[in-house]
């Protein structure tokens, strides 16, 4: 037997995410912004709503890193509050987009036939409308706030991974072992959750981890557009909607939050292609 | 193919259908309504507004009568323009949009393309690596970050542009380079994936084996066959790009019809929402069969009366 072999299959993809530099550079970083905005409220002394309007709107200083904003909130600490909203945002949105689209996905893979194309019609639908306009129309309708938020992005998310999935299963339930359980009278249930899914399971976490920063850039993207978190609460794009009002006179507020941003997203993207060359070799690197 | 172009336009009325219906119940079910913003008019005032645009009739009828006006070619008059017509304002706005999403989807296909296939006909090299990590850094710079910081730049810093406004060629430029740089990204990462994946087929290696020169078995033979990935995501990016961007519009100041679809959704001008939405879902489906087309074209393994 080959030693190869008898390394696990996970840590073999852990082995080969190692090799990928870039999605390393972004796992550290994506831990050093992650720890910074779970650590935030024992990191600063200030809060993210303590207004001082006598200081407002100095420059990078060593009282305030980052500077202040104009109604005097240091602008290091609404940075890692915001964080915590927009990776908040990112991770739960995802959730949801999990929640719903792999057993849809599965299912429909599974079942096949009627169901199936009835099923992937009603995706391709929803996937056809002009969707950036629907998560407007719907901030605009439930109103403004966190779970309207929520609900909107995951509202589209979850196509994605649905069409994946079932793409997958398609694949994975032609092979002998599904038919070894058929046999075996194993119930479809079973089948699906003990054979099917642990085999689609790399591929989801890859999306997963490509779903997490377009949630992101979605929620900042409403942030900015004035429909998404409502102050005195803040997120990244909240921030940088701040910050281009006052561009001319105070850039820090812009670039600051740009950065904490940009950097965010190469991480998680970066982590996202390494995973998929560690979890699925067969698949190509740039779709 | 003229069966298969009719067959896609009648597949195409549901899903319209559809959207207007979502749309409309969405708008009219949601609190606020089309006067709410202005100084508070009186009973009797909002009254007569809301009679002489027929919104105190019942909903369904208004929606049956909005449908049966949409058969004719009648988008109803702006709620919030007195006197001009939802068509009226479309047309109005749509050139400059169009304008500056054609510059944009040319750049990027003129960048992203290219910078695709050099990066695979060197893979793995530094030319491929910095490519490749210019193409990420395009994708992690969405919109509304990267034109405000070409703006404090270009414009503000260094004054090589005017920061705001749609009026000489130079104006242009910045909004252009804003708007391109994501889908140019995203090409140059499809580009160089299916460049790779079609190096391995075998009319590549034919092609190389008759001796065809370099260039010709990759442009001819390879490119070709590489462009399909591409064409199918270019044509929804083109009804995307071309119907405007809310953000390149509103930090830029350009009167497109983007920023003005922002505003109708905020001020609850149903008809401008209705028309826009409208609008919108046509350019995409028209795009997509254009796509279809294409790939068709370019690629004749893909039996077009086959394919649904």
Known sequence: MNEADSISPWAQSWYRLKQHRMAMLGLILLSIIGLLCLIAPWLTSYTYREQNIDLGAIPPCAEHWLGTDTLGRD????????????????????????????????????????????????????????????????????????????????????????????????????QEFVQAAHVLGQSNFKILSKHIIPNVLGTVIVCATLTVPSVMLLES????????IQAPMTSWGDLIKDGVVTLEEYPWMLIFPSIFFSVTLFSLNFLGDGLRDALDPRVEAAR | MLSFIIKRILEAIPVLLIIITATFFMIRLAPGGPFDAERALTEEAMERLNAYYGLDKPLFEQYTQYLGNLFRGDLGPSLKYPGFTVSEIIFEKIPISMELGLYAFCLAMLFGVTAGVCASLRPNTWLDYSTMSFAMTGICLPSFVLGPLLLLVFALHFEWFNASGWMS?????????????YLAATLARITRGSMLEVQSQDYMRTAKAKGLPGWRVHFIHGLRNALLPVVSISGPALAGLISGSFVVETVYHIPGLGRFFVQAAFNRDYSMILGTVLFFAVLIVMFNLLVDIVLAWLNPRIKITQST
């Open chain 2, 169 to 181: 060629g130079t104006d242009k430029i910045l909004p252009t380079i804003t708007l391109a740089v």
């Open chain 1, 221 to 228: 993207f409403l942030s900015f557009l004035g429909l998404g």
């Open chain 1, 75 to 174: 602008l290091f600490t609404r940075i890692l509050y915001g964080g915590r909203i927009s990776f908040m945002v990112g991770l739960i949105a995802t959730a949801v987009s999990l929640l719903i689209g792999v057993p849809y996905g599965a299912l429909s893979g599974y079942l096949g036939g009627r169901t199936d194309r009835f099923m992937m019609r009603v995706v391709e639908i929803i996937y056809s409308l002009p969707y950036t306009i629907f998560v407007i129309l719907l901030m605009v309708v439930v109103g403004r706030g966190l779970l309207p938020l929520l609900l909107a992005i995951g509202a589209v998310e979850w196509l994605a991974m649905a069409r994946l999935v079932r793409g997958q299963v398609l694949a994975v339930k032609e």
